[in-house]
């Protein structure tokens, strides 16, 4: 079983400020997916990185991909309370010898942006 | 182009009833996913469909929880008896076929209490 961990658990910051979320496996993944999900609703993708090393801005969030494949990074500038919210990350994979794709998430980080 | 649709919204039982969930993809996603969300924690995966096919329900407690997908279309997830521990969300999520690093696009889910 393909597990990921993300960290922190929670994250409680004041508007402006700068964070990070970790996402950590032992295992390689294609490609690592980051989501965030608003109350009442279902995750949305953020982005999809797929190249060990690769780093992709989405305005003031800055995603990296670790250079084995095998964990990821979600960083926020200045934070705004807009970015309050469940922060996942899944990893993708080919599952064993078949044609489809198997979507792992990690466990997630509250992310709570006060004004 | 319209989401991926799930109902009801809510829905609150007693314990040892049955309760059944409704999902329909995005037209022309082939790969159909019905995930478990406790509240606060990331999705884990019940059972993954490819087009009708089962490819991979290892984690879906068989001797009380059963899905179909009919003309690899709709699905439905039932859950018989229900117990305490199945409060939850249900997410229904559909993607495309082979392309297994794309996106899941998510529904809304169904948020089941289990009094």
């Known amino acids: 079983t393909q597990l990921l961990e993300q960290s922190p658990q929670f994250l409680s910051i004041q508007e402006g400020e700068n964070l990070t979320v970790y996402c950590n496996s032992s295992?390689?993944?294609?490609?690592l997916q980051w989501y965030r999900q608003e109350p009442g609703e279902g995750p949305v993708l953020l982005v999809t990185?797929?190249?060990?090393?690769e780093v992709k801005k989405l305005k003031r969030l800055t995603f990296q991909f670790g250079d084995a494949r095998k964990d990821s990074s979600l960083h926020i500038t200045a934070a705004q309370p807009g970015d309050t919210g469940l922060y996942l990350c899944?990893?993708?994979?080919?599952?064993?010898?078949?044609?489809?794709?198997?979507?792992?998430f990690g466990q997630g980080t509250i992310l709570t942006v006060h004004p | 182009e319209a989401g991926v649709a799930q109902s009801p919204r809510y829905k609150i039982i007693e314990k040892r009833q049955s309760v059944a969930f409704w999902c329909n993809p995005i037209?022309?996603?082939?790969?159909l996913y019905w995930y478990q969300q406790i509240l606060g924690q990331g999705p884990k995966l019940l059972i993954q469909?490819?087009?009708?096919?089962?490819?991979?329900d290892s984690q879906l407690p068989k001797d009380r929880f059963s899905a179909e997908r009919l003309k690899g279309v709709d699905s439905t997830l039932k859950i018989q008896p229900a117990k305490l521990e199945d409060s939850a969300v249900y997410l229904c999520?559909?993607?495309?076929?082979?392309?297994?690093?794309?996106?899941?696009?998510f529904g809304q889910g169904t948020r089941l209490t289990v009094v």
């Open positions: 990185v797929v190249t060990g090393g």
């Open positions: 899944a990893g993708a994979n080919n599952a064993g010898g078949t044609s489809y794709g198997k979507l792992t």
């Open positions: 999520a559909s993607s495309l076929f082979e392309v297994f690093n794309t996106e899941a696009f």
């Open positions: 295992s390689v993944f294609s490609s």
């Open positions: 469909f490819q087009n009708n096919g089962v490819v991979d």
């Open positions: 037209s022309g996603h082939a790969t």
